[in-house]
């Protein structure tokens, strides 16, 4: 027990975890809610080539990633506002898009080695405390935003057209939803990897979403699933000597399966 | 045409709107204004083009054209939307699992257009409870939003539409599925917001019974403006003759 708060790579990781964790599943609540969840895993693609570009250029990974990731949701939200494609096709055709781009870019960078593996598949304990900061810093803004837009997110989720008449610019608070969908889709990789990162967002929503019978209730709710899940992830990890993204999103698989049980049992009673 | 409000300024300035969907003709050069204390009735057969109408009038779609002016500004530009209230006509699109209670439904538009994170907690509540009140809805404060009937939802949406104290207020058939004594409850109280607070009131409606005892205004209409006038000169009118000589496709009677 003691080593866990002892040794500073792993309170780094629980701390850029933590509130990393938060983002996900604040922002897991609207994409749900929206019937946006898939953008998470299509972000995720396209991170991929935003990686593959960075140790190909020899540019920061994170930093690369960052910018394609907000250009290419901002061009799929374009893609389906305009070009009148269904959500899921615009996700579709990005996502494979970034795969193969960065199969590509990944290739000719001859990178197919442990850095991108860590990418790939996550790396929280080896993160440095240069990273740690940025996503500490960058999962703090996206919940800044998301409780100083409370409300207006809500209720433009809930019924779009009264929202409109109220006064809220749906169109300019969807552009910051994209945004910070994608750069926290960015952090989250650095938590639990590409493959898992969609996880991280709809997973502890999800389960949030199973027991609430209030909005502030999902919000709240969703923040501790994920919370619990990086921390006892984390733990299990160390201990056990799982890899911890995989042992992350299996607890929070487990948590969502258990209210998912729970609701339905309630329900029969 | 619009003798009572000659000397009032408009709130509404409707200026030839028409509106296409594609080759079908929805509106056709519609003209009028609304006077501040006007309590106005548009009324018109299915598809006749009232929802479009107020949707334009309410930014939420683009005539094809003319142009829709509030409080002189035209809507576009128009920014003072807490001064607004709308209830959607029926609100079929909401999600019935979406985790919001109706406190939280009236919330959100009383927060929407908060700068910072909220006004006082206490004064909150004060507003909420009494929109709440007003639609005889405040026993239902923390239910779910999807756990409730047809009618109860649509009592919420009215609830939220007048929690901001609106100077005018826009109702797309707001009583459809409302039992008979809320309903005579909630005219009540529109007449009240109308008469007493001076609040303009612009309501869609089939219900001939409710424009003969309440309102002072009343625009008929099929594609095009068929009348606009004052409620007694629309008793008088070819449009009302017409409407009841074409029976129950134009409105319906109320018992
Ligand atoms: N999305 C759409 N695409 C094409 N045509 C549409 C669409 N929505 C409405 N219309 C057409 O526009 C016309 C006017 O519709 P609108 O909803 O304004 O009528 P309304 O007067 O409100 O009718 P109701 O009394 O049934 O509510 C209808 O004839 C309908 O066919
Ligand atoms: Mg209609």
Known sequence: MDAFFVYGFLQRALFAGIFV???????????????????????????????????????????????????????IMKLKEKAGLYGDTAIAIFSSMGLAVGIVLATLAQSFNVDLFGYLFGDILAIETSEVWLSIALAAVVVFIVILHYHRF?????????????????????????????????????????????ALVVIPAAAGLQLASNFKQAIILSSLIAVISVLFGLFLAYYFDFPASGTIVILSFLIFSFFFILKRFRRIH | ?????????????????????????????????????????????????KTTLIKIILGLMKPSHGEARILGKPVEEFEDWSKVGYVPQKATHIDPLFPASIK????????????????????????????????????????????????????????????????????????????????????D??????KEEGIT???????????????????????????????????QSQAFKDMLAGGHHLVSHRH
């Open chain 2, 104 to 187: 939280e439904v009236v919330a959100m538009e009383l927060l929407a257009s908060r700068r910072f994170l909220r006004m006082k907690k206490r004064e909150e509540e004060v507003s909420i409870e009494k929109a709440l009140k007003q639609v005889n809805m405040e026993r239902f404060k923390n239910w779910r939003i999807g756990s409730l009937s047809g009618g109860q939802q649509q009592r919420v949406f009215i609830a939220r539409a007048i929690v901001n104290q609106p100077h005018i207020l826009f109702l797309d058939e707001p009583t459809t599925g409302v039992d008979t004594e809320t309903q005579e409850h909630f005219y």
């Open chain 2, 1 to 49: 045409m619009d003798s009572s409000a000659a000397d009032s300024k408009p709130l509404i300035d409707v200026k030839n709107i028409s509106f296409n969907y594609g080759p079908v003709e929805v509106l056709k050069d519609v003209t009028f204004t609304i006077s501040s204390g006007d309590f106005l009735a548009i009324i018109g057969p299915n598809g006749s083009g």
């Open chain 1, 154 to 198: 809500m209720y433009m989720t809930f019924d779009r057209e009264a929202a409109k008449v109220s006064g809220i610019k749906v169109g300019r608070l969807d552009v910051l939803i994209t945004v910070l969908t994608a750069v926290t889709v960015v952090l989250g990789m650095k938590v639990v990897g590409i493959l898992l990162v969609s």
């Open chain 2, 189 to 194: 109280m529109l007449d009240s917001l109308n």
């Open chain 1, 21 to 75: 964790a938060v983002s996900c599943a604040l922002l897991g609540v609207f994409l749900i809610l929206r019937r946006d969840s898939m953008i998470g895993h299509g972000l995720a693609h396209i991170t991929f080539a935003g990686v593959a570009l960075g140790l190909f250029l020899k540019i920061v990974p994170l930093g690369v990633a960052l910018v394609i990731a907000v250009a290419a949701a901002l061009g």
């Open chain 2, 201 to 235: 009131i612009v309501m869609i409606t089939h219900d001939i019974g409710i424009v003969n005892k309440h309102v002072n205004q009343v625009a008929c209409l099929n594609q095009k403006l068929v009348y606009h006038g004052s409620h007694e000169e629309f008793c």
